[in-house]
């Protein structure tokens, strides 16, 4: 009876295309940003994008890190360098100060050996040389004692250069005795000329250097010591005029250590004294420089780390010069530049932190989304599903139901759609609708979903098309915000009459195709010029009449809650066949854009000839394809096809009996069943069964269709082809639908079970079928129930 | 249809006879009123010579039962027939009455 429903695996259209990284929208606020920096640190703990970044700094670290070595080692080249050119410059300007001391004082010996007779002489002499060699602080000559007996014991007439001018001092003056003096004894015993010092001078408060020469008589003994004085303070300043660093320091010392003269800065005091110490310690370690001849020491773990550079100077005196060079100058420069390759490599991982940030964000949305989408895809293909079980499921609803064909199809244009058709009978009657949601997708699912519910809720304890419109138009309009509305045709055909009532709201007219001449039946007040017009295409083909039938349009359901839907009604003539669709079809677009059209679905009818709605239903679908081709399906196709087949056969029992409305009368019922069971032969528990159920049905008649005090008849006919029952029970009372009537709820406690509710229940419960119509101004309530195994 | 009441010293017993369709209905409720309100007593209802019951028969049965169960006690129902009890199951009345 019913076609099998069609499995169909929707399109998705969208759902695969995963599609490139969707751009981040902006305006996220800080702390959101914070939020997913954290979330982005902590989650690196398992990426391999970490290992980037770590993996990155260390090479850049690596590259920084050798790039300053091998700075370093040029600059400590150049250094050397430097310090070795510093060395050679000042040891070249001593030894012309050395040289010229000498040559000034030797260039004097012989006029002083020539004047020997002359002590009153010897201070011109003096004050000339002093006055002429511009780093002497004094030049004297100190005799042997009792050289000049009238100049006293001791004699040293002595030149010293001052602020004013040369003094002439006579220095041996008893206060004085420079014979106790280390210079004098020296030279007086070696009897060669040699550099003395450095000394503090306690005469002139000064630290000097002398370099002195034996005066010899012509007899060879030495007469006298004649020397020069050199200020060492002096000396240093010249020594210090200029630096390779702007902290840098020269120092002079001796061939011993001895320290001559340096930096005459106070502030430099402490340096000068530890850098003396340390060219003097032994056991510190020295390098000779790869330039020359010095020797460097390098010291740290002080204020400033720096090295000494010194060397000795050639000839004599042996004397040593030292320059001091500190690193964090020499290196000022690499370390500003290692500080700015920091910063710049800060500043790269800085932005490739952020690169990889970004890229990580965006696969994580990338993923995130084709996660969603795969979620959404699947929760789709699960609506579908939800939404094919909604609609009427194969032999169900028909189960031994051999007066009515029925068939149904729908093939949604996306995953879910908004059509929706059911079919189901009760009581009786065959209860149809198709409907067509606005709008597609989603809402229109959800829409049709409710509306398909609604109509077999509705649909199972109301039996008037229209009114079963009224009610879903009133839901519908409930909350409507989305002005969603829904075109439907409900139909509800009684298939012991054939008698079919219908309610349109705004849906396409189904097609009624029949062998014989159509008859419609409905009152002139439900006429319209439209309708007549619509109506009435006639065809002989086949001997087949293919017409719309009529129906007034009302207005979709969804849109005014107190609209008033009509209903109609018409007679389904044995064996014809009413096809049902929604504008999928007739508005279906070939590759031209050419509509399929309704007259070629009626011309197709027409064509095909009787058919069981099941091969109807495959023909038109067939035909369909054929028309639209790789035509993009735009809207949900919907087809539904029922015939009327009514059983016609003989009676082999037809009685009744009439009864007046008075409950006494039941007594006669109770052997009017018996009576009619017994020509059946039916058993003993049948026919107790019949009896209750009659007994129930006319007894509901006689106390609600007749009011109370009025009288009237009920008639009760029962027939019987020999495999099923019938009891045709007619009165001419009120308008009353027992089937409409609440069973009892049998789940109850004795307490809470109302009294009523029990008669219709019986019925429904003993009977197979029980249906309900309203004819001619009569009530007729038909009950059956097959005989076959009693 | 006959219907009989026995009034012991803790119960009631009540004994159905015949058909109970909705015409005797009206005449047994009649007979079985007293009991709408049994005092605290139990009601037995012999049902064996019961072959017939019709809603109306069951609607008697329930205001027995609802006045029994308001005074605290019971109503046995007892010697039914298949019919009769098929009738019980259909209507669920099986459920709520003590049927031995």
């Known amino acids: 009876m019913w076609g099998r429903k069609p499995l169909i695996i929707p399109r998705c259209p969208g759902i695969q295309a995963h599609g490139k990284a969707a751009r981040r929208s902006g305006g996220h606020r800080a702390s959101t940003c914070m939020n997913r920096l954290k979330h982005f640190i902590r989650s690196l703990r398992n990426r391999r994008a970490l290992l980037v970044v770590i993996l990155a700094v260390l090479m850049l670290e690596l590259l920084s890190g050798a790039q300053y070595y091998f700075t370093h080692h040029l600059m400590e080249d150049e250094l050397e360098k430097y310090a070795e050119m510093e060395l050679t410059t000042k040891a070249i300007i001593m030894k012309r100060i050395i040289e010229d001391s000498e040559h000034t004082l030797k260039g004097h010996i012989m006029e002083v050996k020539r004047n020997l007779a002359f002590p009153d002489s010897m201070p011109g002499i003096l004050k000339q040389i002093t006055k002429y060699s511009p780093y002497l602080q004094g030049c004297g000559i100190a005799f042997i004692p009792d050289y000049y007996p009238d100049k006293g014991r001791l004699f040293e007439p002595y030149a010293l250069k001052t602020d004013s001018g040369i003094q002439c001092l006579q220095v041996a003056d008893g206060a004085f005795d420079y014979t106790k003096d280390g210079f004098f004894c020296d030279i007086m015993k070696k009897k060669n000329n040699s550099w003395v010092g450095p000394y503090d001078d306690m005469y002139l408060g000064q630290r000097l250097i002398s370099y002195a020469v034996p005066i010899y008589e012509f007899t060879g003994d030495t007469v006298a010591v004649f020397g020069i004085d050199i200020d060492t303070e002096n000396l240093g300043d010249t020594l210090n005029y200029r630096h390779i660093y702007p902290s840098s320091f020269d120092l002079l010392l001796t061939e011993d250590g001895e320290f001559i003269s340096g930096p005459n800065d106070p502030g430099l005091h402490q340096e000068v004294q530890f850098v003396t110490s340390l060219i003097n310690d032994s056991t510190v370690q020295r390098r000779p420089s790869s330039k020359g001849r010095s020797k460097i020491i390098d010291f740290d773990g002080r204020e400033r780390d720096g090295s000494v550079f010194y060397v000795n100077m050639k000839g004599k005196p042996h004397w040593q010069i030292a320059v001091v060079c500190y690193d964090d100058e020499v290196y000022s420069s690499l370390l500003r530049l290692r500080y700015r390759l920091l910063l710049l490599s800060l500043l790269a991982f800085g932005i490739l932190l952020y690169v990889i940030w970004r890229f990580a964000e965006g696969e994580k949305e990338l993923r995130q989304k084709t996660l969603e989408q795969e979620r959404l895809a699947g929760e789709l293909r699960i609506a579908s599903n939800i939404q094919q079980t909604l609609l009427p499921e194969e032999d169900v609803l028909l189960k031994g139901i051999s007066d009515v064909q029925v068939e149904g199809r729908l093939i949604p244009a996306k995953a879910v759609g908004g059509d929706l058709y059911n079919a189901f009978v009760r009581d009786g009657k065959l209860f149809f609708c198709i409907g067509d949601v606005s709008g597609k997708g989603i809402p229109s699912a959800l829409i049709m979903a409710i509306t398909q519910a609604l109509f077999r809720n509705i649909a199972s304890r109301e039996d008037n098309p229209a009114h079963i419109m009224r009610l879903l138009n009133e839901t519908a309009c409930r909350n409507n915000k989305a002005n969603i509305f829904v075109t439907l045709f409900v139909g509800v055909l009684d298939l012991p009459t054939g008698h079919l009532r219908y309610c349109n709201s705004g849906h396409e007219l189904p097609i009624l195709i029949d062998h014989s001449p159509l008859t419609i039946d409905h009152s002139p007040s439900q006429m319209s010029a439209e309708a007549s017009a619509r109506g009435g295409q006639q065809c002989s083909m086949f001997n087949v009449q293919c017409s719309m039938i009529e129906a007034k349009p009302n207005l979709p359901i969804g849109l005014f809650d107190d609209f008033n839907y009509e209903m109609q009604s018409m007679q389904m003539p044995p064996g014809a066949t009413l096809f049902l669709y929604t504008d999928g079809l007739t508005e279906a677009r070939n590759a031209d854009g050419k509509l399929f059209g309704r007259d070629r679905v009626v011309q197709m009818m027409e064509a095909c000839g009787p058919k069981e709605p099941k091969q109807l239903v495959e023909a038109v679908i067939e035909k369909w394809h054929q028309f639209v081709g790789a035509t993009e399906q735009s809207d949900d196709l919907t087809l539904l096809a029922l015939r009327y087949t009514p059983s016609q056969e003989q009676n082999i029992l037809d009685e009744a009996i009439t009864l007046r409305n008075d409950i006494r009368e039941v007594e006669a019922l109770g052997a009017f069943v018996k009576q009619v069971a017994g020509q059946l032969s039916l058993d003993k528990s049948m026919v107790g069964k019949l009896r209750l159920a009659v007994e129930e049905a006319v007894v509901n008649v006689m106390e609600y269709a007749y009011p109370k005090g009025t009288t009237g008849d009920v008639n009760i006919r029962a027939t019987s082809n020999g495999r099923r029952l019938k009891f045709i029970i007619t009165d001419a009372g009120v308008s009353f639908n027992p089937t409409e009537v609440a069973a009892a709820d049998t789940t109850l406690s004795a307490e809470e079970r109302p009294v009523g509710g029990l008669g219709i229940l019986l019925v429904r419960e003993l009977m197979d079928t029980i249906n309900y119509e309203r004819i001619d101004g009569k009530n007729v309530l038909t009950l059956t129930k097959s005989i076959l195994n009693s | ?100």
Do not use: H
């Not at chain 2, 006879?17 to 605290?40: F, H, I, M, N, S």
């Not at chain 2, 609607?59 to 098929?86: C, E, H, Q, T, Y």
């Open chain 2, 1 to 100: 249809m006959k219907t009989t009441i026995e009034q012991l010293e803790d119960k009631y017993l009540v004994t159905l006879e015949g058909e109970l369709d909705t015409a005797a209905a009206a005449e047994v409720e009649k007979t079985l009123q007293p009991l709408y309100t049994t005092g605290g007593k139990d009601v037995v209802i012999d049902c064996k010579g019961l072959e017939y019951i019709a809603s109306s028969g069951l609607r008697i049965l329930i205001s027995i039962l609802k006045g029994a169960k308001a005074g605290g006690s019971k109503v046995l129902l007892k010697n039914m027939n298949d019919d009769i009890k098929s009738v019980f199951k259909l209507t669920g009345f099986i459920n709520i009455f003590d049927v031995e």
